[in-house]
């Protein structure tokens, strides 16, 4: 009986290693398109948006030309760019900068990633995307 322990423990390894993969294929043959972020600014849902509003107030902020990886997995990436008025000497004056940026969305909950966060905290810092406004309650 000794013998055949090693060929028990190759075998249940070989079959967990098969169920894996297999959980792993059907995981990235997900429709990845039903997957999505409320609009910031929005109540309207985005699939892999390309343009997210940072200021709602007065659209001072935001991310454009975002090109998303790994839409649909745990956490989504894109790249674009940050454009921002530095409002000086104020916002009606001030001059347009922009800057590349990378922004991340995450904690994909009933289909939608809710939370957002960008590599320049002046746009996103750990962001919760949420429906506006608020619905009233």
Not at 50 to 61: E, I, R, V
Request: glycine content about 6%.
């Amino acid at each position: 009986m000794r013998r055949y322990v090693p060929y028990l423990i190759l075998a249940t390894m070989a079959i967990l290693a098969g169920l894996a993969t297999v959980w792993s294929w059907n995981q990235s043959r997900a429709d990845h398109r039903s997957v999505g972020i409320i609009a910031t600014c929005t109540s309207h849902v985005a699939h892999e948006p390309t343009q997210l509003m940072a200021a709602c107030a007065d659209a001072n902020a935001y991310l454009t030309s975002l090109h998303w990886m790994d839409w649909g997995d745990a956490t989504a990436y894109a790249s674009g760019v940050g454009r921002w008025n530095d409002c000086v000497p104020n916002c009606a004056a001030g001059h347009w900068r922009s800057e590349p940026i990378e922004a991340w969305a995450w904690d994909l909950k009933k289909g939608l990633y809710t939370r957002l966060q960008s590599s320049d905290p002046r746009f996103f810092n750990d962001y919760v995307v949420a429906p506006y406004p608020p619905a009233l309650g």
